[in-house]
Nanobody
């Protein structure tokens, strides 16, 4: 089992910044990648960004956040970060940290944090 604990959400004005953190504990050696997902009211959950834990730590981003969000990790501390800059009201959602084994496809994420709210005001 892997436990995930997010922090860093909050409210911010448009064009502001927030940094989310997620600490993993437990059987972290079984995971190949970590990611951030978000879900806004009435919308489906979407993968915002993901990072492979090893082998060059390649990253993947949702098109709408490219150039504004950056995912990074401290492998030794089992921590992943999401730096969110130039936030827009449409970024408002509950953000979830997740971990996956296997091929790290969106459907491979089977460990989830409790979520942290991000609210961006006009």
């Amino acid at each position: 089992q892997v436990q995930l604990m997010e922090s860093g959400g909050g409210s911010v004005q448009a064009e502001g910044s927030l940094r989310l953190s997620c600490v993993a504990s437990g059987s972290t050696g079984s995971t190949n990648c970590m990611g951030w997902f978000r879900q806004a009211p009435g919308k489906e959950r979407e993968r915002v960004a993901s990072i492979f834990r090893r082998g060059g730590a390649s990253t993947l981003y949702l098109d709408s956040v490219k150039g504004r969000f950056t995912i990074s990790q401290n492998y030794a501390k089992n921590t992943v970060y999401l730096q969110m800059n130039r936030l827009k009201p449409e970024d408002t959602a509950t953000y979830y940290c997740a971990a996956a084994g296997g091929m790290c496809r969106a459907t491979d994420y089977n460990y989830w944090g409790q979520g942290t709210q991000v609210t961006v005001a006009n």
